[in-house]
């Protein structure tokens, strides 16, 4: 069974760039016809949707995100890249990486990581 891992820093300043990685193993992110997500979600607050990137390696993002937003990946590592530039403290949140196994079906997660932007 696929597994997802994510991993970077605990600790962001406002104003930097917020990495993450998630690793995928035990599956390729390159078969079809999987998406590959990011959601995060604040303390106390819902799921939010940021982006996506296919298993072609075109990405879609959240309009309300797309500006800071960029997910990429490395096919010979099957690892995802998030990255969130000029972060504030509304940033802080778990962030997830989730499997879109098509129309929204989101079978697999990984065990999220908590993102803390602060000074």
Not at 21 to 47: D, E
Not at 102 to 108: K, P
Request: with cysteine; net charge positive; proline share 5%.
């Amino acid at each position: 069974q696929v597994q997802l891992q994510e991993s970077g820093p605990g600790l962001v300043k406002p104003s930097q760039t917020l990495s993450l990685t998630c690793t995928v193993t035990r599956g390729s992110i390159t078969t079809n016809y999987y998406h590959w997500f990011w959601i995060r979600q604040p303390p106390g607050k819902g799921l939010e949707w940021m982006g996506a990137i296919k298993y072609s390696g075109g990405t879609y993002y959240s309009p309300s995100l797309k500006s800071r937003t960029s997910i990429s990946r490395d096919t010979s590592r099957n690892q995802l890249t998030l990255q969130l530039t000029s972060v504030t403290p509304e940033d802080t949140a778990v962030y997830y990486c989730v499997r879109d196994s098509g129309y929204w079906y989101l079978d697999m997660w990984g065990k999220g990581t908590l993102v803390t932007v602060s000074s």
